[in-house]
């Protein structure tokens, strides 16, 4: 979920579980979504995306939800591997293009067990 | 190798100094940006440019100064008007496109440091 003050909240995950990440977003007319993954030390990296017009999307061992009802998107990792450990941002686009930039929640931190 | 490129990987910075952070990509991306990440936060946008020789203020803007002469191009100074720079700036770029969708691929990031 979005972190309040200076703390992301921590997903704790033991190796081979599923992992389900969320994310609430401000406004209705958003239009499309996209997840990160930054490692530490690193730039944020695109995992998946998703336009409104959908509400499920699957990429490689990852599927975004989306539901536009409460505004709130997920991200579930399949089989969850020590490399999966990461901050975990989600992004909305408001505007049209060339209006306003993504929008970034605040992130999760996910830390998988072995 | 297509990409984004910041450099340097870490700057430090004296009191009073200007310093400027690099951003270049091949991309052929008609926008970029930069934000600020500060420990255990999120992204905070501080300037981004739609196009060469355009750009407009983000959420965090004062204490900073952009150009934008070249598409490949998008230096970012921060200024002694900063007070407190001390973060992780990451750059990045996207294409503008009309069915309205930005995916936006980040640079490796630059740690700044005050001495």
């Known amino acids: 979920g979005e972190s309040v003050g200076l703390h992301l909240p921590t997903l704790s995950v033991q190796e081979g579980d599923n992992s389900i990440i969320n994310c609430a977003y401000s406004?209705?007319?958003?239009?499309?979504f996209i997840w990160y993954k930054q490692e530490s030390g690193k730039g944020p990296q695109f995992i998946i995306d998703?336009?409104?017009?959908?509400d499920k999307r699957q990429g490689q061992r990852v599927t975004v939800l989306l539901n536009k009802t409460v505004k709130h998107l997920s991200l579930q990792i399949a089989a969850t591997q020590p490399g999966d450990s990461a901050v975990y941002f989600c992004?909305?686009?408001?505007?049209?293009?060339?209006?306003?930039?993504?929008?970034f929640g605040k992130g999760t931190r996910l830390s998988v067990i072995a | 190798d297509g990409g984004i490129t910041q450099s340097p990987k870490y700057l430090f910075r004296k009191e009073g100094q200007n310093v400027t952070l690099s951003c270049e990509q091949n991309?052929?991306?008609?926008?970029m940006y930069w934000y600020r990440q500060d420990p255990g936060q999120g992204l905070r946008l501080i300037y981004y440019?739609?196009?060469?020789?355009?750009?407009q203020k983000g959420d965090i803007a004062e204490g900073y100064s952009v150009s934008r002469e070249k598409k490949e191009s998008f230096p970012l100074t921060v200024t002694s008007a900063q007070k407190n720079p001390t973060a992780f700036y990451l750059c990045?770029?996207?294409?503008?496109?009309?069915?309205?969708?930005?995916?936006?691929?980040f640079g490796p990031g630059t740690r700044l440091l005050v001495l």
């Open positions: 990045a770029s996207s294409w503008v496109l009309a069915g309205g969708q930005e995916t936006q691929y």
């Open positions: 406004n209705s007319a958003s239009d499309y």
């Open positions: 998703i336009r409104s017009n959908m």
């Open positions: 992004a909305e686009n408001i505007g049209p293009p060339g209006n306003t930039p993504l929008v």
């Open positions: 991309l052929n991306h008609d926008a």
């Open positions: 440019s739609q196009i060469v020789n355009d750009f």
